[in-house]
Structure formats: structure tokens, C-alpha cells
């Protein structure tokens, strides 16, 4: 199984923008259902966004909304996270994952079978 690849994280100062990718192949290709989330040290991973296949529906964890956004290439499945306005508290390590569909909880972790390695997010005050 190739895996979700993140990329396009950083490090920036508070109030900047960053544009993560999620890069899907192989299996991931086929599933229905992708999601970002992010785990900051010896915290628990949180899940923040979640969005159907090729639908215009996204959901939000009330920690990020209006400040990212998610968004999909359909033709590849690649999906974005666009963030802005970050804040310190938004540093950590961010994570793409997919699953074949987006039943129960899309914002619990355990619920996806497919993750990228992930990709670094610092923001400084």
C-alpha cells in the first residue's frame, strides 16, 4: 500500500498562512473519505477537518474554523489544508489520513486505516 504523503509544512510567525498537500496513491486512491489532523507533544492526536470524496461538504473542529480550510484536486485526490492566521497553539505535527468511508467519528483517529507520515507545523509568536 503506498501511503499518504503530507507536505508544505513549516515554520512561521503567528498570523502567517501555510498550505498543506496530502498526496493519495495506490490504495488511497479508492477510499472515500479524507481528513487532516495534528498532534502536538504529549498531546492527543486531534482531528480538525474531514471532507467526502469529490463533495463540497467539509466539517470543521471549532479550534480551526474559519481559519483553515479544506479543499481537493479531484482529478489526482490530492487534498489541502489551507491555514491561516495561525497561532503558537496550532504548532504540531500535522497529519493527513483516509479511510474508505466517512461513517462514525471522521474526527477520532482510530477511525482511519490510512496516514501520512505527517509534516512539521511551528508557528511562533
Known amino acids: 500500500q503506498v501511503p499518504l504523503v503530507e507536505s508544505g509544512g513549516g515554520s512561521v510567525q503567528a498570523g502567517g498562512s501555510l498550505r498543506l498537500s496530502c498526496s493519495a496513491s495506490?490504495?488511497?486512491?479508492?477510499?472515500?473519505?479524507f481528513a487532516w489532523f495534528r498532534q502536538a507533544p504529549g498531546k492527543e492526536r486531534e482531528g480538525l477537518s474531514f471532507?467526502?470524496?469529490?463533495?463540497?461538504?467539509?466539517y470543521y473542529a471549532d479550534s480551526v474554523k474559519g481559519r483553515f480550510a479544506m479543499s481537493q484536486d479531484s482529478a489526482n485526490k490530492t487534498v489541502y489544508l489551507e491555514m491561516t492566521s495561525l497561532k503558537p497553539e496550532d504548532t504540531a505535527m500535522y497529519y493527513c489520513?483516509?479511510?474508505?468511508?466517512?461513517?462514525?467519528?471522521?474526527?477520532?483517529?482510530?477511525?482511519?486505516?490510512?496516514w501520512g507520515q505527517g509534516t512539521q507545523v511551528t508557528v511562533s509568536s
Open positions: 495506490g490504495n488511497t486512491l479508492n477510499t472515500n473519505c
Open positions: 471532507m467526502y470524496n469529490g463533495d463540497s461538504r467539509r
Open positions: 489520513a483516509a479511510d474508505w468511508f466517512c461513517g462514525g467519528n471522521r474526527f477520532a483517529a482510530r477511525g482511519f486505516n490510512y
